[in-house]
């Protein structure tokens, strides 16, 4: 048994132990924790350090493909032409390639007219947007195989592939083609006005009823052009040719227009209503392209059996006797091509033409001949007769009327009864226009030489607009005399301000007065005189 001294030192050497542990213990953990800062720090640096090697490595990527992309030969542009199983047929700068596709390009986008990136080993890289430019050429024919016979501006003739995007079908001749001539591409249509917009195709809703004072004229013209039509049969089996053509002349605002929309709706044809005026061009050649356009569309409506009426409104803005001098002599070669469209080599079957005009002595007279337009159908001033029948279209039953107690059907009788005398007095009161001819003779032409339909259609305009204010203003309903009158005043006042031109005989041709020439002219309702 140890003394209690021994055990004393040894608690107390134990103690010193224990606490000299304990030391070491917190020193032990003080180290731990500062070495997990320091490895929080070196992490915190670490990833730093990578984040900075990682930009550096996308700088020096990005370096590279800037000085490869410097150093490499630029790539070319092409046009897939054709696609075949060992690679694409490309045109590029004028030569015709097979080349090699990329992998890495979808060989479903590769179609006719795409246009691609060639490498400096000719090998397709990559798809780009065409350009939206290039040289332009117009559709002669589009070939059975699906090619297209183009014509470009010098007037050459070519043949074309159509690219994928380019809706073959809906080509017509005459249409307008972005083109890449050394690819032989034709890529898409150019928008532009095209013989669309210079014809109209429904059938127009002017019948024969609403036409008056014309009964012989429409006669006329039926028999020209229905009975061919109805009566194919009869035709064939006497050996008769339908008309090619039919020419309206006469003064202006005596119905030839509405004749003509009467005739395709009641042949219940396809109207082609031609804006000649616009079809003149700048361009050599435009004008006569536009004719060919517009006769090869009636043709291909002629295919359904229906007729096809082409109706050339203000014919002699058109085509003009050739070498008169009147104009830019651009009816040398327009003349001409309509020649060879109305009797030409090409059968022109189910497709007639007509045409109308005031000033027929201005026309060629090839067009004018036997064969080419057939039927002449001069349309004259209305007389008394034809004057009522006109004013009964347009003062109609449904019109309302204030006949102050009178039978309304009577009234209206005497409404018109007045405008006709008020017009076809031969009076000091409807004196118009004195002219001078040029044997030195004078003639005073009154009011009544110079009524037309749309003079009359006027004056029944007036009196309705009259009665229309008057019960704006509170007052009555319907057109009295007085409104009937008035208008009558007003529309001869009216007309006798137009005389107005520097060449009184082309005024004369203009309003129907053939003869001998005039060369000076008096307006009786105002002061002026004209002279040549």
């Excluded at 006569?288 to 009426?309: D, M, N, W, Y």
């Excluded at 007085?482 to 041709?509: Q, S």
């Amino acid at each position: 048994m140890p003394e209690p001294a021994e055990l004393a030192r040894r608690l107390a050497e134990a103690n010193r132990l224990l606490e000299a542990r304990a030391r070491a213990l917190d020193l032990a953990e003080r180290r731990l924790a500062d070495a997990r800062a320091d490895t929080r720090t070196l992490a915190a640096t670490n990833e730093k350090l990578n984040s900075t090697l990682t930009a550096a490595r996308e700088s020096l990527v990005t370096l590279r493909e800037h000085l490869d992309a410097l150093a490499s030969p630029p790539n070319s542009f092409g046009h897939v032409v054709g696609v075949a199983a060992e690679g694409v047929d490309i045109a590029t700068g004028g030569r015709l390639l097979r080349c090699a596709v990329s992998p890495e390009l979808p060989s479903d986008t590769l179609v006719v007219g795409a246009r691609v990136l060639l490498n400096e080993a000719l090998l397709v890289v990559g798809m780009v947007e065409d350009l939206p430019a290039g040289e332009t050429a117009r559709v002669a024919e589009v070939l059975a195989d699906g090619r297209l016979l183009v014509t470009a501006a010098s007037g050459e003739e070519l043949v074309l592939l159509p690219s994928a995007t380019l809706d073959v079908a809906a080509l017509r001749p005459g249409a307008t083609l972005r083109t890449d001539r050394r690819a032989l591409l034709a890529l898409d249509v150019v928008p532009r006005s095209e013989v669309a917009d210079l014809t109209l195709e429904e059938v127009p809703d002017v019948t024969y009823a609403d036409i008056g004072g014309l009964g012989a004229q429409i006669e006329q013209i039926r028999d020209a052009v229905e009975l061919p039509f109805r009566h194919r049969d009869l035709f064939a089996e006497f050996g008769l040719r339908p008309p090619r053509g039919v020419l309206l002349y006469g003064p202006p605002g005596c119905g030839k227009t509405m004749i003509a929309k009467a005739v395709a709706n009641s042949a219940g044809s396809h109207f082609l209503n031609i804006k000649g005026p616009e079809l003149l061009d700048k361009y050599v050649g435009e004008t006569e392209r536009q004719l060919r356009a517009i006769f090869a569309r009636a043709k291909q409506h002629a295919t359904s059996g229906r007729p096809v009426i082409v109706f050339f409104d203000e014919m002699d803005a058109l085509f003009r006797t050739r070498g008169s001098g009147v104009s830019s002599d651009v009816e040398s070669t327009v003349v001409p091509q309509l020649l060879s469209e109305i009797d030409g080599v090409e059968a022109l079957a189910n497709v007639i033409v007509i045409g109308a005009t005031n000033r027929e002595d201005l026309i060629d007279p090839a067009i004018l001949r036997a064969g080419r337009l057939d039927v002449k159908i001069r349309l004259d001033r209305p007389d008394r007769v034809a004057a009522a029948q006109i004013l009964d279209r347009y003062l109609t039953d449904r019109t309302p009327l204030n006949p102050g107690g009178a039978d309304a059907a009577e009234f209206r009788r005497s409404l018109v009864e007045a405008v006709v005398d008020r017009l076809y007095e031969r009076s000091d009161a409807n004196r118009f226009i004195e002219v001078t001819y040029a044997g030195g003779d004078r003639e005073v032409l009154h009011v009544a030489d110079f009524v037309s339909g749309a003079m009359l259609a006027g004056i029944v305009g007036r009196a309705k607009k009259a009665a229309i204010k008057e019960v704006i203003q509170g007052g009555a309903r319907g057109v009295r005399l007085d409104h009937v009158l008035a208008a009558c005043t007003a529309e001869i006042v009216e007309n006798g301000e137009l005389p107005n031109t520097t060449n009184p005989d082309d005024w004369a041709r203009v309003c129907g007065r053939k003869g001998e020439r005039i060369v000076f002219l008096r307006t009786l309702t105002g002061s002026r005189a004209i002279e040549p």
